[in-house]
């Protein structure tokens, strides 16, 4: 499923995507595959319900230190 009104990567150039611990969000994962910046507030009970906010672009964005620290102070989208 893709939206062409989505964003896809993040400042950085890594992928957006559904990511799971403990529930599901919305974040990016390093080149070895580890959790990088979570971009959603929200935490999702099922990977279709965060995958459909990733799609609608509907998720919440975080913002604070980590995110700001990971986009050098720029929006990470």
């Known amino acids: ?3 062409a009104n989505v964003q896809t990567t993040c400042i950085q150039g ?10 599901f969000y919305i974040g990016t994962m390093d080149e ?5 910046c979570r971009l959603s507030v929200d935490y999702y009970k099922s990977r ?14 975080r913002s604070g230190v980590e995110i700001e620290f990971c986009s050098q102070g720029k929006p990470c989208f």
């Open 32 to 36: 070895d595959g580890m959790p990088m």
């Open 14 to 23: 890594y992928e957006v995507k559904v990511l799971s611990a403990g529930g």
């Open 48 to 61: 279709e319900d965060a995958q459909k906010a990733l799609y609608d672009n509907s998720f919440t964005r």
């Open 1 to 3: 499923m893709t939206n």
